[in-house]
């Protein structure tokens, strides 16, 4: 029984192959498809990227299901991604244009609808990220991106109460320690 646990099924060139092969098409179908789907925008883009891994468990694993070839196949996993985070840290160039570009999706407090399009984001998606950032409606956002890497930016138009008071905070505390350091030099003035 523990024999057959790490019996190979599959030859372990092929172990390694499956998922290199399989990593490098989801990157690249990922790209091609938008930044929506690592966005998580709704219930189906989620659907979406846990049915993609299971769709490609079978193509990564193939025949085997022995320990170690799931151990060969996440290792090869874990190497072809740091493998290829090394090659694009070094060449920033080829990073940018795989990675694609921003898309604004808000200025100065309206909706580039054109950018929705392209992104294929509805007002609702948008309305959603904007309310778990704690804004009401676009009016209230200076500048609103989708990142590449499917992270929103957003920038607001005004400071929130929390930044105001947080800036009366400050305000204070640079008082106070004026003060301070005021009352101090007289009290080593008056001493003898």
Known sequence: MIGSMFHLGLPV????LRPVIVYLCLIIFLRLFGKRELAQLNPFDLV???SLSNT???AIIGDDNSVTG?????????????LLMR?????????RSFQGSQA????????DRAAMQRETLTEVDLLSVLHRQGFDNPSEVERCVLEPNGTFYIESKKPTSDDSQRAE????LRALTAEVQSLKAQL???RP
């Not at 060139?13 to 390694?16: A, C, G, L, Q, S």
């Not at 090659?87 to 160039?93: E, I, N």
């Open 48 to 50: 979406v990227l846990l």
């Open 70 to 82: 799931g151990i060969i196949g996440a290792f090869s996993l874990l190497a072809i991604n740091w």
């Open 56 to 58: 490609v468990q079978n």
């Open 188 to 190: 080593a003035a008056d």
């Open 169 to 172: 905070i400050r305000e204070m």
């Open 104 to 111: 604004v999706l808000i200025r100065h407090g309206q909706l």
């Open 87 to 95: 090659f694009l840290f070094h060449f920033p160039r080829v990073d």
């Open 13 to 16: 060139f092929e172990k390694i």
